[in-house]
């Protein structure tokens, strides 16, 4: 099992930074092999919507994302933190997420269907986590659904969204126990998850020992 998690925020010690490591921490506590990717180290540049993915999946553009592609294949679930940056999720975080359209693929002649690669692949798993300075959710913007809506079309199932509000100057969210609280339950959650996923394709196995695991997916 390996959990990726990826902080949009280039405050390595600010608020988005403090949330999604507290998320990471029932799984550190449990020896599951983590990875924290912070954004800000890596030269990402936005997708360029060439389709040079097309056929490959792969993007074409050569910088640090290519650096993050294997992670992030590798990964059974990915945690996302982004602060709220006039509206939206902030600008390292955007160009995260829109260089994952290449494990976005769609049928030939019909680009209505289509099919993110984690899903093919059995699905995946994620949880999120947006920090907002103004005291109204509703000040968040779009900060939430611009990371579950790519995330839910590449195949992830969210299993937990966190909402912290008030957090501007560096540790303010240390301070709010609701969203310290929620931060390690989504985490707990996430794991049980995965746990259970375990579970479940041990069952499967013993269950109908003359399945492949390709027959397996399609039931």
């Known amino acids: 099992m390996k959990i990726m998690c990826v902080v949009g925020s280039r405050r390595k010690k600010g608020n988005t930074s403090i949330l999604t490591q507290e998320v990471l921490k029932p799984f550190e506590a449990q020896g599951v092999e983590t990875e924290l990717i912070f954004l800000g180290d890596y030269d990402i540049a936005g997708c360029s919507g060439c389709e040079g993915c097309r056929d490959s999946y792969k993007c074409l553009i050569n910088d640090d994302m290519q650096k993050l592609y294997p992670a992030l294949i590798k990964a059974d679930a990915l945690i996302l933190g982004s602060p709220t940056y006039f509206y939206n999720i902030s600008a390292d ?26 899903e093919a692949l059995g699905g995946k798993y994620a949880a999120v986590i947006a920090v907002c300075e103004q005291d109204n959710e509703e000040d968040m913007g779009f900060t939430v ?15 937990s969204v966190v909402k912290a509000l008030h957090a501007f100057a560096e540790g ?48």
């Open 145 to 159: 659904e611009a990371m579950v809506k790519p995330l839910e079309a590449l195949g992830y199932r969210i299993v």
């Open 172 to 219: 303010d969210v240390s301070k709010n126990d609701r969203a310290m609280k929620e931060a390690e339950q989504a985490g707990e959650k996430l794991l049980k998850t995965l746990r259970l996923r375990e579970k479940i394709k041990n069952s499967i196995g013993k269950t109908f020992p003359g399945m492949t695991q390709g027959e397996k997916n399609l039931q």
């Open 93 to 118: 975080m955007k160009a995260f997420i829109d260089r994952c359209y290449c494990l976005e693929v769609f049928d030939e002649s019909d680009r209505s269907v289509w099919m993110g690669i984690s």
